[in-house]
């Protein structure tokens, strides 16, 4: 599909976006071929129009940001895309429809929810239960959950709702990645991850970067930006901004900082060893490993304890240095 | 087939699991304890020696708990899953609509029908340790009736969680049905035909439509062949279906209710929003 029909067919108060894709220069079809299409796709709830005229085309091997406030539309979007909703227009995920073709295409997606569901049955038996579904293998799965940090075996037999935030969503990260999906839908997956799972986290989607799409989820763009390489916002259901951004993070890259501070403070060394970070003797030195995509994240929690920073030097693996502060 | 039977043991685990069904355990194992404490301890006081007056007591109050008990629980566990986002997950999995959709109904069938058989075929083992008389027909008759009253149930029940689209709006729809063909069982009816303005023969239709009566009559009639505790009503129904007759649509008809109940529940989701 060329940009001239796209014209013609998106309604009047899109074509600054189509502006915006063509002087950003991004082409349509990342890859060369587009995996997910959405043509015209409207939703409405009882007289709201939730999703409006969506058109968008998403290439294999893209990291899209869906970013958007309360009731902009992402959940909304992401369900149709599931072909849990019904809707006006169409979604097709490599050419087929996720609605009258679920079990085909759902094979090729892995889906991590916002909010973990309130499942009553134990660890074990869902991750059996998706397994089977999805014809992986439960080691598979139960070896990813050990690397972002969770024993499966400890909690196999705990009803899943039982666990804490971070075990449920290392849980359903497993699920997600722990099969050959081609498309990853997350909606804000690192949200209750500690770093050292978030680390791991990364390094996993690195691992799948060549072979999938992710379409990441969030409020806000600084929780996912350093993840992704185009950014797509929605407002009252309609696409505001749809823009590539700066890719010169490796999602796998890790920086090593050194932190020197004025004075020992327990709540700053605390924040510090939560990131794995380890001190001199005196206390007053800190060094540790950061992920390159977890970078902005932790410079919001160094920026609370600026005034206790003496000096800040985050450094890319193979020593050339990156940021000092 | 595999995704199918992959739900359907998920939602019997499920319901294992669930209060509900210890708690319908506990009624009908202890309904059958009861009745044996009390039941056939009169009953041999008044010369009956066989198991039939404790069925078709068993029988008679299976018919007061189950269907109210089928038609919350179902509504309770399907609309409350879909409103607390265990469907946006769990759908969001390659199971089809249909595996997962029938899946769900056979787990539950299972999981309604068999407590109420267990507690009955407890005891026919128990009488039969005794050595007190089995009526055989009897008890295969209303093992069929069981099994045809939780179909029927569980197919209005589905249909409604399909309806609504919040756990308080389906326990509202399903306790409205069940006073409804409650009400049905006596009340309006008796109440429509006390102003004469309909014909008998109309209100007993009426009757016959609604599966709470059909069973109740179903069970009278093994006990009680020629319905004389029904009075007038008996004609009508001796004189279109016949004994017989009447035995075989108490169980064909709520049958297919129920699969008319249930094909429906599944267009409705079918069709819908899923979450």
Known sequence: MTLETLDAMVPEQNVPILERQRGGGRPLDHNGAAMIHFENVSKTFKRQCVLDGIELQIGLGERVALIGSNGAGKTTLIRCLLGEYVHEGEVRIEGQSPRAERTAVLAKVGFVPQLPPPLKMPVGQLIEFSAALCGCDTGRIAALAERLGLDVGRVRQQPFVKLSGGQKQKILIAIALGRDAKLLIMDEPAANLDPEARKIFFELLAERQATSTMLISSHRLNEVASLVNRVIELDLGKVVLDDRVADDVSLAGRLACRIGVKRREPAFEKALGA????????????????????????????????????????SEARGQLQEVA | MKSLWLTARLDIAESLRARWFGIYCLIFGGLVALLFAFGLTESRVLGF????????????????????FVLITTVRSVAGDREAGVFEYLLSLPVGLASWFWGKMLGRYLVIFLPVFVAMAAAVAWALIRGIEVPWGMFGYYTLL?????????????????????????????????LTLLLFLDLILLGVMIQGRIAPEIAVGFALVNPLQVFRTAALALFDPQLIVLGPSAFVILDTFGARGYQLFALAYPTLLGVICAGSGYWVFRRGDLP
């Not at chain 1, 540790?288 to 920073?309: N, Q, W």
């Not at chain 2, 020696?49 to 109210?68: C, D, H, N, W």
């Open chain 2, 146 to 178: 069981i099994a045809v009253m939780g179909w029927c149930f569980l197919g209005i029940g589905m249909l409604v969680s399909a309806l609504a689209r919040s756990t308080d709006v389906a326990q509202g729809m399903a306790f409205l049905v069940w």
């Open chain 1, 275 to 314: 990131w794995s970070f380890v001190a001199s003797a005196d206390g007053l030195e800190w060094h540790g490993e950061v992920a390159g995509p977890d970078r902005l994240r932790f410079l919001g929690m160094t920026s609370r304890y600026v005034g206790l920073i003496q000096d800040l030097q985050l």
């Open chain 2, 49 to 68: 020696i066989g198991l039939s007056r404790l069925l078709v007591t068993f029988i008679q109050l299976t018919m007061a708990i189950l269907p109210i």
